[in-house]
């Protein structure tokens, strides 16, 4: 192996001569054989006028071998246009023995050349078959055994794409095609999902690629719990639009997208009610470097306002959404201004200064602070942020004639038990009671989702990087459940409700069926190739932790308070009746709740917040840090 790997590693001018040596050596071996036999003997080797044509069909050969190319061929990515060339040239070769014979008057049997062809033919392309394979199987050992999933064509391609790749090295197919069943295909197995593990087995395999970017979520889902047992990891390939629009490669490979798992299908969006309050319109986003602001950023610059006023108070955030649209202003050609304006939704007047500054039409109000437990330890900052700040844009919404206003709210402020989802459900309350008044032409209107896959408070990418460090995987209840939705879904469902609201409205999202947090986690280290620890399984990879709800944390959520639901023009969008309070009631409680935090009465905030009509039942005591601190 180690003179083999000398051979491999010589320079590229030098096994080009070793080539021609070798082929010098093949096509003069090839012609005494085919002499033998046909003739069964050798003696006419002495003949003056069959060396003349030996030597005159060697130069010919090796000229027109290195002509068609074959001494450039990396035997290492031998195709078959290696073999082609090999056979083009072995005719060459086969017609010039006749011609030189002719020539010389030579005795050559008319039944030699064609002997000499074969035998040419099966020892200068079978020597670089057999090299190719050497070469190849001493790369092997760096690389990972793989088995394709679907052996369709995005599967053949990917397999094409990874014969020559460093790293992997395919194996087999899989499909649920029963007429692929046990065929081969580019010499390759096609496997069914029940033969899968003992081939893994058999063959260290370490990952299953999954090649079916045109498929349903919903089919993903089904596949993945077909693989989720497997001991290899399962990664996938990019969507098909991304690779015919060439924004990613058919090898680049990724994990496989957690809303795979959800096996959530999106609805389409409906084109009207997406441009609605958007195209040609002035639009602003509050808190539009956050999560879900970004994306509305991004869908809404899709639908071609005039302008949009991204309002955020983290310059680093404002910066990058920021950049990143004027990016795609650019790319796209967009006729769309972006302005960045940095400030707080705490400072009436400068929310009002801006939206009348830039004549603003839709107002989509993102800003909130919305992880759990650090708002159960800044309940005032809460407050002032959550409240008052969504109070102020209103208001200043109001004073600037903006026509429609779309609040994103949470599914923790349905029945909440912590001061995050209490405090949001006070912020719908004050759009309600400001919709109430016959003054002014804004139309507010509020939209409850759960949890989004990836936002900056997700569970998935802390998953993920607890799984990269080798575990443990924390996890706060074994019970726990979650609505998921994935972050663009939520943004257009968002906008598209923004468009239905009449006034006071509270719109919910149809998020699918509740996930078990453990599944998730679950799913997510047996998806890397990896076992869970147990006390059953001690030789496991990933342990669970479990770390009990944090404060004010529950087990379930919920979209709803009351049991009024009407179905609108979309399938996925609801709208609720909620008790709401009048303007005069909800002012009352705003200067309530002003007085108690200026006096930093943590008591009084929390009295005020039970008392509003919120059905706010906390699980834990008052957790801020400051307060804890002082007393």
């Not at 095609?177 to 260290?204: F, R, S």
Request: hydrophobic share 45%; aromatic share 8%.
């Amino acid at each position: 192996m180690f003179k083999l790997k000398y051979i491999w590693n010589l320079p590229r001018i030098s096994k080009r001569i070793i080539s021609v040596f070798v082929d010098s050596f093949f096509i003069i071996s090839s012609y005494y054989a085919a002499h033998w036999a046909r003739l069964g003997d050798l003696m006419w080797l002495p003949k003056y006028d069959n060396h003349n044509v030996l030597l005159g069909t060697a130069i010919i050969t090796i000229f027109a071998f290195t002509k068609l190319g074959l001494y450039r061929a990396v035997l290492r990515y031998l195709t078959f246009h290696a073999l082609y060339v090999v056979s083009l040239g072995t005719l060459i070769s086969t017609v010039s023995i006749g011609l030189l014979a002719y020539y010389f008057n030579s005795d050559v049997p008319r039944s030699v050349p064609i002997i000499y062809g074969a035998f040419l033919a099966l020892c200068c392309g079978g020597s670089r078959l057999i090299i190719r394979v050497l070469v190849s199987q001493s790369f092997d050992k760096n690389r990972k055994n793989v088995l394709i999933y679907g052996a369709g064509s995005a599967g053949r391609q990917l397999a094409l794409a990874l014969r020559s790749s460093e790293t992997h090295k395919v194996v087999g197919f899989i499909d649920q095609d029963k007429t692929l069943e046990n065929t081969i295909m580019m010499g390759l197995k096609v496997l069914k999902i029940a033969n899968v593990e003992k081939q893994i087995d058999q063959y260290n395999v370490q990952q299953v690629l999954l090649a079916i970017p045109s498929v349903s979520r919903a089919r993903r889902k089904e596949i993945l719990d077909e693989l989720v047992h497997l001991s290899a990891e399962v990664l996938t390939i990019p969507d098909m639009g991304d690779i015919v629009s060439g924004k990613a490669k058919i090898d680049e490979l990724k994990d496989v997208a957690i809303e795979d798992l959800l096996g959530r299908d999106p609805v389409a969006p409906q084109q009207s009610l997406m441009e609605a309050n958007i195209k040609g319109k002035n639009v602003m986003v509050t808190g539009a470097g956050g999560s879900i602001g970004s994306e509305l950023c991004r869908q809404i610059i899709q639908q071609l306002p005039a302008c949009i006023v991204l309002f955020e108070s983290s310059e680093f955030a404002l910066y990058q959404i920021d950049r990143e649209l004027q990016n795609l202003i650019e790319t796209q050609q967009l006729d769309t201004k972006v302005y960045p304006i940095l400030g707080s939704i705490q400072r009436l007047n400068r929310l009002t200064t801006v939206m009348k500054a830039f004549k603003v039409n839709t107002v989509y109000h993102a800003a909130a602070y919305k992880h759990v437990p650090l708002v159960e330890y800044n309940v005032i900052e809460a407050v002032r942020n959550n409240i008052f700040g969504t109070y102020y844009t209103a208001q200043a919404a109001i004073k600037a004639n903006v026509q429609s206003f779309v609040l994103i709210s949470t599914d923790k402020a349905v029945r909440p038990t912590n001061v995050m989802g209490a405090t949001k459900r006070v912020a719908e309350l004050s759009l309600q009671a400001l919709s109430q008044k016959t003054s002014h032409t804004t139309r507010f209107c509020m939209v409850r989702f759960g949890n989004v896959l990836g936002s900056s408070g997700s569970v998935i990418p802390l998953f993920k990087r607890q799984i990269a460090q080798g575990g443990p995987i924390t996890v706060t209840h074994p019970d726990i459940i979650r609505y998921f939705m994935t972050i663009p879904e939520a943004a257009q469902l968002v906008i598209q409700a923004g468009a239905m609201g009449k006034g006071g409205d509270v719109f919910v999202l149809d998020m699918g069926e509740p996930v078990r947090i453990v599944d998730l986690a679950k799913n997510l280290i047996h998806l890397s190739g990896l076992d869970i620890k147990t006390e059953e399984q001690p030789l496991g990879d990933i342990e669970i932790d479990y770390s009990g709800l944090r404060p004010g944390e529950k087990l379930y959520e919920e979209l709803l308070i009351g049991d009024n639901v009407e179905k609108t023009a979309h399938c996925r969008i609801m709208t609720a009746n909620e008790e709401s309070l009048t303007e005069a009631e909800f002012e009352c409680l705003v200067e309530n709740l002003n007085q108690a935090c200026h006096n930093f009465d943590h008591q009084a905030i929390r009295q005020i917040l039970l008392d509003a009509p919120t059905q706010f039942n906390p699980t834990d005591g008052i957790g801020d840090l400051v307060w804890s601190a002082k007393k």
